[in-house]
């Protein structure tokens, strides 16, 4: 008999999945500080997507992707926001997915577009507590408090990065489930195994100590929900084995090099809109040139039936 997890459409996996990441950042961080934002943002994403919808295609149905980008964008914030920021951040996501399109698909991940786009709108407020420590050099003192490293604690609760960050070692048993189901492990493996690499070089160049570096760089900044919960957004990534490798390595280099010199926040999601432009570009001339030959064949045939 297979698993609950497994039976479950990947959908309805998704939300739940999402649903129990947010349940334990209401317990950590407190209710009000996380639910009433989480509500605002999945209510206009509902009503919003509805209506965009509705105009561009005349289709109307229960609006689950909106569903999903509200939940996550409720995970990305920094916890007890007033409520126009996740109104505005939910608003330019599903505006996103439905008016930035290229070739009939998403060209950026939507979640991604909202919380960047709101981080510059409101620059003054939106603050992330744990972005002082990912700015200083990395030193063992505070590592240990913040991360709350004692006995490995770490991975179990607080200090990490995004509210959707809370337990580490919950996302990583949900996202590997859902990275299984949506035949993703390629782009994660290459993604995170690049990512440790190029940073552990980095930490040997400048002498800085390595593990601290890494668990800074991997648990404070929210990577192991990114790369479960964002990168592997089916609408914005590859389909081929080939192509979820070099996507995953190519997004991981994007994100060491934004890590250089952007926002210690939202460097991965920097580097995941860049990486979904590539692809988009990538993809449009794909479709150029194997549209070639057809085109070819069909001003042939119609030279012949002159």
């Given at each position: 008999?297979?698993?609950?997890?497994?039976?479950?459409?990947?959908?309805?996996?998704?939300?739940?999945?999402?649903?129990?990441?947010?349940?334990?950042?209401?317990?950590?961080?407190?209710?009000?500080?996380?639910?009433?934002?989480?509500?605002?943002?999945?209510?206009?994403?509902?009503?919003?997507?509805?209506?965009?919808?509705s105009v561009t295609t005349g289709v109307r149905m229960f609006p689950t992707g909106a569903v999903i980008s509200a939940l996550i964008i409720g995970l990305l914030l920094p916890?007890?926001?007033?409520?126009?920021?996740?109104?505005?951040?939910?608003?330019?996501?599903?505006?996103?997915?439905?008016?930035?399109?290229?070739?009939?698909?998403?060209?950026?991940?939507?979640?991604?577009?909202?919380?960047?786009?709101?981080?510059?709108?409101?620059?003054?407020?939106?603050?992330?507590?744990?972005?002082?420590?990912?700015?200083?050099?990395?030193?063992?003192?505070?590592?240990?408090?913040?991360?709350?490293?004692?006995?490995?604690?770490?991975?179990?609760?607080?200090?990490?990065?995004?509210?959707?960050?809370?337990?580490?070692?919950?996302?990583?048993?949900?996202?590997?489930?859902?990275?299984?189901?949506?035949?993703?492990?390629?782009?994660?493996?290459?993604?995170?195994?690049?990512?440790?690499?190029?940073?552990?070089?980095?930490?040997?160049?400048?002498?800085?100590?390595?593990?601290?570096?890494?668990?800074?760089?991997?648990?404070?900044?929210?990577?192991?929900?990114?790369?479960?919960?964002?990168?592997?957004?089916?609408?914005?990534?590859?389909?081929?084995?080939?192509?979820?490798?070099?996507?995953?390595?190519?997004?991981?280099?994007?994100?060491?090099?934004?890590?250089?010199?952007?926002?210690?926040?939202?460097?991965?999601?920097?580097?995941?809109?860049?990486?979904?432009?590539?692809?988009?570009?990538?993809?449009?001339?794909?479709?150029?040139?194997?549209?070639?030959?057809?085109?070819?064949?069909?001003?042939?045939?119609?030279?012949?039936?002159?």
């Amino acid at each position: 008999m297979r698993p609950a997890w497994h039976r479950m459409d990947l959908e309805t996996y998704v939300l739940a999945s999402l649903g129990a990441l947010m349940v334990i950042a209401i317990h950590v961080h407190g209710v009000g500080n996380v639910l009433p934002q989480t509500l605002i943002a999945i209510t206009t994403a509902c009503l919003l997507d509805v209506a965009l919808r509705s105009v561009t295609t005349g289709v109307r149905m229960f609006p689950t992707g909106a569903v999903i980008s509200a939940l996550i964008i409720g995970l990305l914030l920094p916890e007890g926001q007033p409520w126009y920021i996740p109104l505005a951040a939910t608003s330019l996501a599903i505006g996103s997915k439905h008016l930035l399109r290229w070739r009939g698909g998403n060209l950026f991940n939507a979640a991604a577009v909202g919380i960047v786009a709101s981080v510059f709108l409101f620059s003054g407020q939106l603050q992330y507590g744990h972005a002082s420590y990912l700015e200083a050099a990395p030193r063992i003192d505070y590592a240990q408090s913040y991360l709350r490293m004692e006995g490995w604690s770490f991975v179990l609760q607080g200090g990490h990065g995004w509210t959707g960050s809370t337990s580490a070692i919950v996302v990583v048993i949900l996202g590997a489930v859902l990275v299984r189901r949506l035949r993703r492990v390629e782009l994660v493996t290459s993604y995170l195994v690049t990512y440790v690499v190029l940073f552990v070089g980095f930490a040997g160049l400048t002498g800085q100590g390595l593990a601290v570096r890494l668990l800074l760089e991997v648990f404070a900044t929210g990577v192991p929900f990114f790369a479960f919960f964002m990168l592997t957004d089916p609408a914005t990534s590859p389909r081929t084995s080939r192509g979820l490798t070099i996507y995953g390595g190519f997004t991981a280099l994007l994100s060491f090099l934004f890590r250089l010199i952007a926002s210690p926040v939202q460097f991965l999601l920097l580097a995941l809109l860049a990486a979904n432009l590539v692809l988009g570009i990538q993809k449009g001339r794909s479709q150029v040139v194997s549209l070639a030959p057809a085109d070819v064949s069909l001003a042939a045939d119609s030279r012949r039936h002159r």
